[in-house]
């Protein structure tokens, strides 16, 4: 019987420590999916097609606040037009949710620029779903809404 309580304790120390290290492990995802969204900011913010090609997965899919739908080509094409120019790109309200090999971020975000010459300032929220494939991870589908400038 002492050696039946001995075990459990045994199972359940090792069970804490995995459940430790995924906890660690999901930290740790979480914060690289948050850096991969500013990463995403600063490709906009510069117009890097480059960057956000790598972002994204082949057949990525956005909805645009105004409900207009663009695949890749067309997504990375809009961020690198010069008659769009952004000055600052900033997420906060961010959320992480991950399940097995994807995840879904939430968030706020502010874009400040100027569009064929005239200023924008607009506020809205994001919902990027997110998938891992060995290890790196892509976003498959991005959708935007426009929001009020949230009080202060």
């Known amino acids: 019987m002492r050696i039946g309580k001995l075990f459990i304790v045994v199972v359940l120390m090792a069970w804490m420590r995995v459940a ?11 914060a690289r999916l948050v850096a991969l969204e500013n990463a995403w900011n600063q490709a906009q913010i510069h117009r890097d097609g480059e960057a956000l090609n790598r ?4 057949n990525f899919v956005y909805t645009d606040t105004d409900g207009t739908v ?4 067309r997504f990375i094409a809009d961020i690198k037009d010069p008659s769009t120019v952004t000055n600052s790109l900033a997420n906060d309200d961010v959320s992480v949710f991950l399940y097995p090999g994807m995840a879904i971020v939430i968030g706020r975000y502010h874009v400040k620029g100027t569009n064929q010459g ?3 300032d607009h506020y809205g929220r994001f919902t990027d779903t997110w ?3 060995n290890g790196q991870w ?3 589908a991005s959708h ?3 929001i009020k400038k949230p009080a202060q």
């Open 20 to 30: 430790a290290q995924g906890a660690g492990n999901e930290k740790d995802e979480r």
């Open 138 to 140: 892509m976003c498959a």
């Open 55 to 58: 972002l994204v997965t082949d």
């Open 131 to 133: 998938i891992s494939s």
């Open 118 to 120: 005239k200023p924008y």
């Open 144 to 146: 935007t809404n426009a």
């Open 70 to 73: 663009m695949n890749k080509l």
